[in-house]
């Protein structure tokens, strides 16, 4: 059984959305750290960058990059309020993914 080649572009994406993922999730939840609006641009500049990379999964990224905060401050808070990383992953995701139609040569033909 063959697989699917995956692209560069993939590639590339989900390594920066693992990284930047489970690096933001493991400072987010430090017992000193309590900044939520620094937290929050870091998630959507980083599913931003990975989607504007391949934004044909966007959503994956939204779910890569915000998915480290939600399993690690769900269980230890008993809150639901971390699910909001998913938001601002989400918000940063989509403005990648319109970033990526803006810059695709097809975009500008059609303009």
């Known amino acids: 059984m063959r697989l699917p080649r995956v692209s560069r572009a993939t590639r590339l994406a989900a390594s920066i959305a693992v990284i930047a993922g489970v690096a933001i999730g493991f400072i ?3 017992p000193g750290w309590d900044d939520t609006a620094i937290t929050a641009v870091l998630l959507a500049l980083a599913a931003g960058l990975a989607s504007t ?6 959503l994956l990224w939204t779910a890569i990059v915000g998915g480290p905060i939600v399993l690690l401050e769900v269980p230890a808070s008993g809150s639901p309020a971390p699910m909001a990383a998913l938001v601002f992953a989400g918000v940063g995701a989509a403005a990648g993914w319109l970033a990526s ?3 695709s040569p097809r975009a500008r033909a059609k303009g």
């Open 28 to 30: 987010d939840s430090r």
């Open 101 to 103: 139609r803006g810059a």
């Open 53 to 58: 990379i391949d934004p044909r999964r966007w």
